[in-house]
């Protein structure tokens, strides 16, 4: 009977030592293969690894970021450019639009376009204007007589604000693609060129192209789309106007995109988008799937009213005794106010700016949102 209690009890012992080194050793397995599953993910990238920086900018639609092996290749260089750059170039931008800009809505999507915004209380117009070295062959193509026709009846009703606006499609002369001319383009543009080609961590050839986008009046609708695999394998993309969130939808294939413009605007395009925080003068770079697979776009935005949106400013930066001051002198925003749980992230200034006049549109404004804030 001892013995047989014994032999039992070392049989017991060596499967507790054994349960033991398994249940050591699981956690750093575990780690080894998440290591060796980024590195994998990663493989493709000729470029820096990703950073928490990049990470910060990134929110997914439950509000929080992605984990590194998730990011599809965003990369963000903070303040990459200086105000005094910034100046400049929205300064060269407008002179480029002057002589190279036209209008890049087509005819039969302005009556749609025009529908997604009647419902809106801001005050807003549809606009886009464009300035590329593409060939004029990619930019136009044949038209009916009946497709000419309804053409120059809507551009005859049309209220131009812009004197490019009614233009034709322009190529620009510096090119594009094997034919991007770099002594074409202007010095400014020269420079910024050859400030991201000197980047550390990044593996870059030749340029491709430069593209000016260019939209105002609170509009800031780009529809999804991946940008032309002619311009190269990475994207560099910056802001100069104003502040903006880009959002990163994956494949139709792969999620249900939402049909209906109003959905778009409240919940975005699919549950797997990811909205990028893209601030002025920051430097936004699109590799791999981001640049490859996964289309780009930014939402037309939600009405806000500019009293709340201000006051939120106000008090993200005031003192406690500013905010038992101002407290006094404006009701605060209440549980039920729409604002009540949100954070101006960008265009503080511009909404600090805001005149608010008599009239009914000027007391909204239209807003993104940045993975759920």
């Not at 105000?83 to 005819?107: A, H, T, W």
């Not at 026709?149 to 490019?164: G, H």
């Not at 549950?271 to 601030?279: I, R, S």
Request: proline share 5%; net charge negative; charged share 25%.
């Amino acid at each position: 009977f001892f013995s047989y209690m014994t032999s039992v009890s070392v049989a017991e012992t060596r499967r507790f030592i054994r349960l033991v080194y398994a249940v050591s050793i699981a956690p750093a397995a575990t780690l080894v293969s998440y290591v060796c599953y980024v590195k994998w993910k990663l493989h493709r990238s000729t470029h820096r690894a990703y950073t928490p920086n990049d990470m910060y900018y990134i929110r997914g639609m439950h509000g929080s970021s992605p984990s590194f092996a998730a990011n599809p290749g965003i990369r963000i260089e903070p303040d990459f450019l200086s105000p005094d750059e910034q100046e400049k170039l929205r300064f060269e931008c407008k002179m480029l639009l002057s002589l190279y800009g036209y209008n890049v809505i087509p005819f039969w999507q302005r009556p749609n376009w025009n529908k997604q915004i009647a419902a809106l209380l801001s005050s807003t117009r549809i606009n886009a204007y464009k300035v590329t070295g593409r060939s004029e062959r990619e930019l136009s193509a044949p038209m009916t007589e009946q497709a000419e026709q309804l053409k120059q009846e809507q551009e005859a009703a049309l209220i131009k604000v812009k004197p490019y606006e009614s233009n034709e499609p322009i190529q620009a002369p510096w090119n594009s693609a094997h034919k991007f001319d770099m002594n074409a383009l202007p010095k400014i543009f020269q420079e910024l060129v050859q400030k991201i080609q000197s980047l550390p961590g990044y593996k870059l050839g030749l340029a491709r192209d430069v593209t000016i986008d260019y939209r105002d009046d609170q509009y800031f609708k780009v529809d999804p789309h991946v940008t032309p695999g002619l311009d190269g394998v990475t994207v560099f993309m910056l802001t100069l106007q104003s502040d903006g969130v880009m959002t990163i939808v994956p494949p139709k294939k792969e999620a249900f995109r939402r049909a209906s413009a109003d959905d778009v605007n409240k919940y975005s395009f699919t549950d797997q988008d990811l909205d990028v925080l893209h601030k002025r003068g920051d430097l936004l770079c699109l590799t791999d799937d981001a640049r490859e697979k996964m289309d780009w776009c930014v939402r037309l935005g939600i009405d806000a009213r500019v009293n709340g949106l201000k006051q939120l400013v106000k008090r993200k930066h005031a003192t406690r005794d500013d905010r038992d001051e101002d407290e006094n002198e404006s009701q605060p925003l209440s549980e039920h106010d729409e604002l009540y749980h949100s954070a101006v992230v960008g265009n503080e200034d511009i909404v600090e700016n805001i005149q608010v006049t008599s009239d009914d549109n000027a007391e909204y404004m239209l807003c993104d949102w940045w993975g759920n804030t």
